[in-house]
């Protein structure tokens, strides 16, 4: 599918600063993790119910199944449970879960023999870690062009390889070296894959307006 043609911006609902809102520190996070590295139960719940909803989307944007993604959760939780006193707050604990709940679902699926990526689509076969473009970059056309209810469907119907590359990169922030390390493929395979993701979300999200109304002159 050619998916070249410039995209006509639609109005976001709202501003849109970015593809997605990250979450920002939550009161009483720090607390919380200290008292549940003790074996408080009621910290543990409370960092669950400060961070379900974002682990839960992720599960969901990566899976695309609701079902799978209820029991993803589930599962990041409970090894969050058995592995809390492994973190050190070199980095924000939003982040360290975010991470541990990306590495949970990529070890399900390769469980289930799924591919995570087409190795078939590098830009440069032969020489997959130099590409000559360098499709990584922020895409402006993307970047609060769209209501997040559209963009949120659209990544939900992209093809799983695409899906999950995008994510990754435009919606965790993980670097190109990382997501290649994660899965197993090269960085100019997931730049490739990202470049791809945009082209598919820009046809995706490309304006059609509805027909009009015929006049009198043209019945």
Same mark, same amino acid.
């Not at 199944?65 to 993803?72: F, G, L, T």
């Given at each position: 599918?050619?998916?070249?043609?410039?995209?006509?911006?639609?109005?976001?609902? #709202?501003? $849109?600063?970015?593809? =997605?809102?990250?979450?920002?520190?939550?009161? !009483?996070? +720090? %607390?919380?993790? %200290?008292?549940?590295?003790?074996?408080?139960?009621?910290?543990?719940?409370?960092?669950?119910? *400060?961070?379900?909803? #974002?682990?839960?989307?992720?599960?969901?944007? *990566?899976?695309?199944n609701v079902s799978a993604a209820e029991d993803m959760t589930q599962n990041a939780f409970?090894?969050?449970?058995?592995?809390? $006193?492994?973190?050190? !707050?070199?980095?924000? =604990?939003?982040?360290?879960?975010?991470?541990?709940?990306?590495?949970?679902?990529?070890?399900?699926?390769?469980?289930?023999? /799924?591919?995570?990526?087409? &190795?078939?689509?590098?830009? $440069?076969? !032969?020489?997959?870690?130099?590409?000559?473009r360098d499709f990584g970059s922020r895409d402006p056309v993307l970047t609060g062009s769209?209501? #997040?209810?559209?963009?949120?469907?659209?990544?939900?119907? /992209?093809?799983?390889?695409?899906? *999950?590359? =995008?994510?990754?990169?435009?919606? %965790? !922030?993980?670097?190109? $070296?990382?997501?290649?390390?994660? &899965?197993?493929?090269?960085?100019?395979?997931?730049?490739?894959?990202?470049?791809?993701?945009?082209?598919?979300?820009?046809?995706?999200?490309?304006?059609?307006?509805?027909?009009?109304?015929?006049? %009198?002159? +043209?019945?």
């Amino acid at each position: 599918m050619n998916c070249e043609g410039q995209m006509t911006q639609v109005t976001p609902a #709202r501003p $849109n600063p970015g593809l =997605f809102q990250r979450n920002q520190p939550i009161a !009483g996070e +720090a %607390e919380a993790i %200290e008292a549940a590295k003790r074996g408080d139960a009621d910290a543990f719940a409370k960092l669950y119910n *400060m961070h379900k909803r #974002r682990v839960y989307t992720i599960c969901l944007r *990566m899976l695309g199944n609701v079902s799978a993604a209820e029991d993803m959760t589930q599962n990041a939780f409970l090894h969050l449970f058995r592995k809390i $006193n492994s973190f050190r !707050g070199e980095s924000a =604990f939003s982040t360290w879960l975010h991470r541990l709940t990306v590495n949970l679902v990529l070890m399900q699926l390769r469980k289930k023999g /799924l591919n995570l990526v087409s &190795l078939d689509e590098t830009i $440069n076969p !032969g020489d997959d870690d130099t590409p000559k473009r360098d499709f990584g970059s922020r895409d402006p056309v993307l970047t609060g062009s769209v209501d #997040r209810v559209a963009l949120e469907r659209a990544v939900a119907a /992209l093809p799983p390889g695409y899906r *999950m590359v =995008f994510v990754l990169h435009d919606v %965790e !922030g993980f670097e190109h $070296n990382e997501i290649a390390s994660m &899965l197993d493929c090269s960085t100019g395979n997931s730049k490739s894959q990202l470049h791809k993701a945009r082209l598919k979300l820009r046809e995706m999200l490309r304006y059609k307006p509805q027909p009009t109304a015929p006049t %009198e002159s +043209a019945k």
